[in-house]
């Protein structure tokens, strides 16, 4: 009679799930080109030229140098993230054999936190709205990053879902909370705030729908990806930084920074 068969263990059974999640080795990736190179050059030098022209405006006293400061760090991070990336460094390879800058991720952590921060004192928004919406922003940022890793694709739009529901809750601090606490201190730092808030949300739902087509589907390019992100980021950091430097004569006398310490 034949031998009777042997069921497999558990143990072998959770084996044999994990080989058939783990990802394929990757024989060729898909690394950025020529023009990706040159977005990321580009994106370098205009961060990191705007960074040293605000290391000499934060030396100048006057009521907005809080505001340099931060719009200083703001590019500062954002230079050494793209120096990171045109160096060959903060990048791996996902599933799908596509190059994964995770450096810019970090660099978003930092930056974006920072521009919420720089929107809340401008707006003069409490504390309390401030650090909700920074923490959210958090979210926003690692939620997408780990949707970037993900190898299961369920678990990766999961992931999206969460970054998403998160960035709805910053959008609206910004397009409302801060807005509403901008309104009451004056028609010109409304102003100003309405011109920043409008730059920021716009850029910000940018950067989702750029995510879907590249660490989601993988329909843009790595270097098509490069780029977009590139001019977001100039937007949402340079401009947002020289429209705060132009609008420097609005803000009262007084250290904003002192009502949150």
């Known amino acids: 009679s034949a031998p009777p068969v042997s069921e497999p263990s558990t143990m072998a059974i959770f ?47 006057g009521p907005e140098r809080p505001h340099i400061y931060i719009c200083l760090y703001i590019c500062g991070v954002a230079a050494l993230g793209y120096f990171a990336m045109l160096s060959g460094q903060g990048w791996t390879a996902i599933a799908g054999c596509r190059q994964f800058f995770y450096a810019r991720y970090f660099d978003w952590a930092v930056t974006n936190s920072l521009i919420v921060l720089n929107l809340g004192l401008i707006a003069g ?36 879902t969460f970054s998403l529901v998160a960035l709805v809750f910053v959008l609206y601090s910004i397009a409302r909370t801060f807005k509403d606490s901008a309104i009451l201190r004056g028609g010109a730092i409304a102003s100003l705030y309405g011109q920043l808030a409008a730059l920021i949300l716009i850029c910000w739902i940018f950067y989702p729908l750029i995510w879907v087509f590249s660490s989601g589907f993988a329909s843009f390019s790595v270097s098509f990806e490069v780029c977009a992100y590139a001019v977001i980021d100039i937007c949402a950091k340079v401009i947002f930084s020289f429209i705060i430097l132009s609008g420097r004569e609005v803000f009262p006398p007084g250290n904003l920074v002192k009502e949150y310490v």
């Open 125 to 160: 928004a409490d504390s309390a709205s401030i650090a909700a919406t920074i923490g959210a922003e958090v979210v926003v940022v690692f939620a997408t990053y780990m949707g970037s890793v993900a190898v299961v694709t369920t678990v990766k739009w999961f992931w999206f």
């Open 15 to 61: 084996e044999m799930l994990a080989q058939s999640l783990a990802p394929t080795a990757c024989t060729t990736i898909e690394e950025v080109g020529s023009t990706g190179v040159g977005a990321l050059t580009v994106a370098f030098l205009v961060l990191a030229i705007t960074a040293i022209i605000f290391i000499a405006r934060s030396s100048v006293p």
